[in-house]
């Protein structure tokens, strides 16, 4: 898992995730297009979401994930 202390803690981030059936792929980028962090969410669950995300403030990430089949909700 890559980590990059972003430049300005209050920067707005943006995070893709690529959603699988038993795990994700996460990409936060900053405003810039840099990469912040990326890794492996395994399993797919609150507390595997959580972990990957526990660094960040409150509210600073944005997220999309791709459109998926029926794997449940995220």
């Given at each position: 898992?890559?980590t990059?202390?972003?430049?300005n803690?209050?920067?707005?981030?943006f995070?893709?995730?690529?959603?699988h059936?038993?795990?994700?792929?996460v990409?936060?980028?900053?405003?810039?297009?840099?990469?912040?962090k990326?890794?492996r969410?395994?399993?797919?669950?609150?507390?595997?979401?959580?972990?990957?995300?526990?660094?960040?403030p409150?509210?600073?990430?944005?997220?999309?994930?791709?459109?998926?089949?029926?794997?449940?909700?995220?």
């Amino acid at each position: 898992m890559k980590t990059n202390t972003p430049s300005n803690s209050n920067e707005m981030l943006f995070a893709g995730i690529d959603f699988h059936k038993l795990y994700s792929v996460v990409h936060v980028l900053d405003a810039a297009g840099a990469t912040v962090k990326k890794g492996r969410v395994e399993p797919n669950s609150l507390a595997g979401f959580s972990a990957f995300f526990a660094g960040f403030p409150a509210r600073s990430v944005s997220c999309v994930f791709e459109s998926s089949m029926n794997w449940g909700y995220l």
